[in-house]
């Protein structure tokens, strides 16, 4: 959902928050100006979130939605969080296992956390290495309808040497451990309450999915299903309760509705503001907005169970066919970065790639010497299968809709006819167990975008053993020269040696073109301008609460 000058991305590195480029009320740039009046409706100490993104459980080892991991940011027990500038830091653990440290053994195998002491979950109970063996063992519980198991499924042992050490083995090195384990930087699992779910055959359907505990600034109070989540500060944080004293994350599936509360005071957030708003909401005199470079990318997957993506022809004519740097232009407000990768030019693992150009001459005739011959309907068709493909995205987004018809009206021009379907994003990105379109095959090609790993590692998405139900790979796309790049990635600690595996795996993604690369988004946020020392990040904004208030 973004796109931007690529040489001023890269020159703020990885200190993502130096470059944050913040709006003042009512202006349509960052320039200095008087502090505002207070808003009439502002809560004070009540914060309101409005989101588009509605989920089916409020359990992160059974959902993968971005507003799920959210709200678990602010609620969930987990062992590491991440700052400002995207980098991990205790939050239950007491230190970042390294090599360094002795947190990783020499060989790789064995890493080791150490626990916080004196920690309680929002139910008051004490928290210890009990919770992190039973949480771990189930992801591994093959009875659970786990999001993915990739990383966890290294873990040959599990040594509790007192109650606040836990020991993982794992039978080949794994270097991104620190986000994959019971870490915000990324769609993970949290730690659950063995004193709650340890019990259960399965987690899969304990009311505590609907009302889970945790050990984060805020506990839930309610869920009303397709409505919002309510929470309080949670008196057993172990930091001391946040300023904020109730929080209220509502869904609202029209991003048109999101601009109206916003600029009514019914919300005083917007995370992830649609990039078709970005003017819309730096013109509201009553809120700010903040804008960076993230990790988020809009792509198009290509199911590859569909014979016609077996084509590689088929592929690359449909990337040449669409005009991204319109599509950033006219759709985005030029708010991201035209890539060929999905990796984030922010990122240490980012490598250039050059960029396919939008040449419809090209795609076509890719087609044609291919075999793709036009119908009577202009529609190209061969050895009976037609280029005619139902895409899919999530319903309410109007720049989602804008996007998808500047790339049905190119896609027409090569012979390739599109059926749009819409689906409420709680069915879209549901798990496959629960019918979701992403996750089942629903689709020929979905429109979505991916939250990337922040160590670099792309298995989640493109590994042969990650395809549903067993992970992410919703492309379904199996290469075992790929695979091999993936592995090497995974097993290296080094930094220099796996920024060369990363950029082998992202040359052969871009060769292979299981999905197509738009552009890596910025993360966007508008928010009441009497919300103060808020200051996101790229890979969990609401990872640093405890000092923010309204």
């Not at 809120?287 to 997957?301: I, S, T």
């Amino acid at each position: 959902m973004r796109v931007r000058n690529v040489a001023a991305v890269l020159a703020c590195g990885l200190a993502v928050a130096a470059c944050t480029r913040v709006s003042a009320p009512g202006s349509a740039a960052g320039g200095a100006s008087a502090a505002p009046a207070p808003n009439s409706f502002t809560i004070p100490h009540t914060l309101r979130i409005g989101d588009s993104q509605n989920i089916t459980t409020l359990n992160t080892h059974l959902g993968t939605a971005l507003s799920l991991a959210n709200i678990a940011s602010l609620t969930a027990a987990w062992l590491l969080k991440t700052d400002i500038h995207n980098r991990p830091v205790p939050e239950l653990a007491t230190v970042v296992p390294s090599q360094a440290n002795g947190g990783i053994s020499k060989d790789g195998l064995t890493i080791t956390w150490h626990l916080r002491r004196g920690v309680k979950w929002s139910d008051g109970v004490p928290f210890d290495a009990d919770d992190v063996v039973f949480s771990t063992n189930a992801v591994l519980n093959k009875a659970n309808n786990e999001v993915g198991r990739s990383g966890w499924d290294l873990i040959t042992k599990i040594d509790e040497p007192d109650k606040y050490t836990v020991v993982f083995h794992l039978r080949k090195k794994y270097s991104p451990f620190w986000p994959t384990f019971f870490s915000t930087g990324g769609a993970n699992p949290s730690i659950l309450p063995k004193h709650i779910l340890g019990g259960l055959p399965n987690i899969n359907n304990a009311p505590y999915n609907a009302l889970p505990i945790g050990i984060g600034p805020f506990r839930i109070t309610k869920w009303i299903r397709d409505d919002r989540v309510e929470m309080e500060a949670n008196p057993y944080y172990f930091r001391g309760e946040p300023k904020i004293t109730h929080l209220v994350y509502r869904f609202l599936p029209d991003l048109n509705t999101i601009l109206t509360q916003l600029q009514t005071g019914e919300i005083d957030v917007w995370p992830y503001v649609g990039t078709g708003y970005v003017d819309r909401v730096k013109a509201i005199p009553t809120a700010a907005v903040q804008e960076f470079p993230g990790f988020l990318y809009g792509h198009l997957d290509f199911n590859m169970q569909h014979p016609v993506f077996h084509d590689l022809a088929v592929r690359q004519a449909l990337r040449l066919a669409v005009d991204r740097a319109a599509i950033n232009r006219k759709v985005n407000h030029g708010a991201g970065i035209v890539s060929e990768t999905p990796i984030t030019p922010v990122s240490p693992m980012f490598t250039s790639l050059a960029l396919q150009p939008f040449d419809l001459a090209r795609a076509n005739a890719l087609l044609e010497a291919d075999g793709w011959k036009r119908g009577a309907d202009g529609v190209r068709a061969k050895n009976g299968l037609r280029l005619s493909l139902v895409v899919t995205i999530a319903a309410g987004h109007p720049d989602a809709d804008a996007l998808i018809e500047q790339i049905r009206q190119t896609w027409a021009k090569i012979g390739v006819a599109m059926q749009v379907r819409r689906y409420d994003s709680a069915l879209y990105f549901a798990l496959q167990e629960q019918g979701g379109i992403i996750f089942s095959g629903k689709f020929d090609v979905a429109f979505f975008y991916w939250g990337l790993d922040p160590t670099g590692s792309l298995s989640n998405e493109f590994a042969c053993d990650n395809i549903p139900p067993n992970g992410e790979n919703d492309d379904r796309y199996c290469n075992a020269q790929l695979d091999t790049a993936l592995e090497s990635v995974l097993e290296t600690y080094d930094p220099e040696q796996r920024r060369a595996d990363v950029a082998k795996v992202q040359t052969l993604i871009d060769e292979q073109v299981p999905q197509i690369v738009l552009f890596i988004r910025d993360d966007i946020y508008a928010y009441n301008h009497d919300l103060k020392n808020w200051h996101p990040n790229a890979i969990a904004p609401f990872d640093q609460m405890q000092d923010v208030d309204i």
